[in-house]
């Protein structure tokens, strides 16, 4: 079997620190939004919250148009995987929503997401949204320079599986920098059919876990956008935007954890 050729860009520390200075406006995105998510707030009214602070720190928000994306993010409900369109959708107590953001800033791209619960939800959302964040935070401490790619895929695989839960295989990460979708692809699990590069410094990449709570199989809504769950069980999301530099690995997009109060009650 021959791999399509993959063309890896890696980043200067200077493009790292542009790429940066992107994630560091996307990462106050989600700090703010946090607050905005309860009952009765539209998944639409989220998205405009979010445009509004992209465009309100002199950016662009990277989804708006892609492909002819109608939001500038992606927000997926419940058994809503990713690629979710904001809506008049209003969510209800013991909703997840999937908030997945992409800002360009000088022409830099840098992508993050993060699943919240919304009000009080039940222990069974509670431990896919730990486990699924565990898996993009196992992900990333996996990542060395000269270690292969599927390290990342092996880590999220590993900590799913032990807890029982399925890995979505369809959708995977990306390189990010100046284009939003680059190589190499970052798939989440053990994948045998596409190339698993050598970890260079100046790689830059965005790692992306989808974790479903029952099968790994989804399919795509007729709004042609949504991915959902096959059998319609929860599915979480996290993604961070991560660079791979002379001192270490840097998580671009870093900010407190979304779901820290769901750790500490638990
Ligand atoms: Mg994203
Ligand atoms: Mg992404």
């Known amino acids: 079997m021959s791999f399509r050729k993959q063309k890896i860009l890696l980043k200067s520390a200077d493009q790292v620190d542009k790429m940066q200075a992107s994630a560091e406006i996307l990462a106050s995105v989600f700090v703010n939004i946090r607050k905005m998510v309860k009952p009765g707030v539209t998944t639409g009214a989220i998205d405009e919250a979010i445009e509004t602070m992209i465009r309100q720190a002199g950016c662009f928000p990277s989804f708006k148009g892609y492909h002819g994306f109608p ?15 904001p809506c008049e959708r209003v969510l209800n107590d013991g909703d997840i929503v999937g908030i997945d953001v992409g800002v360009i800033k000088d022409g830099w791209h840098s992508d993050s997401a993060e699943t919240l619960p919304v009000g009080q939800i039940n222990s069974e959302a509670v431990d896919l949204l730990k486990n699924t964040e565990e898996c993009l935070n196992l992900a990333i401490a996996a990542i060395k320079p000269g270690k292969r790619l599927s390290v990342i895929g092996s880590a999220v695989e590993d900590h799913a599986k032990a807890h029982g839960y399925s890995v979505v295989e369809t959708l995977v990460g990306h390189g990010i920098g100046r284009d939003l979708h680059e190589d190499p692809q970052v798939p989440n699990y053990r ?7 050598i970890i260079e410094i100046g790689l830059v990449i965005a790692i992306e876990p989808m974790i479903n709570g029952g099968t790994k199989r989804v399919v795509t809504a007729r709004d042609e956008w949504t991915i959902r769950t096959q059998d319609r069980r929860l599915s979480a999301h996290f993604e961070h935007t991560v660079a791979v530099l002379n001192d270490g690995v840097r998580v671009l997009t870093r900010r407190p954890s979304g779901i820290a109060s769901l750790y500490s009650t638990q």
């Open 71 to 85: 939001g500038s993010a992606c927000i997926s409900v419940n058994e809503e995987v990713v690629h979710g369109i």
């Open 191 to 197: 994948c045998f059919t596409m190339p698993d590069p």
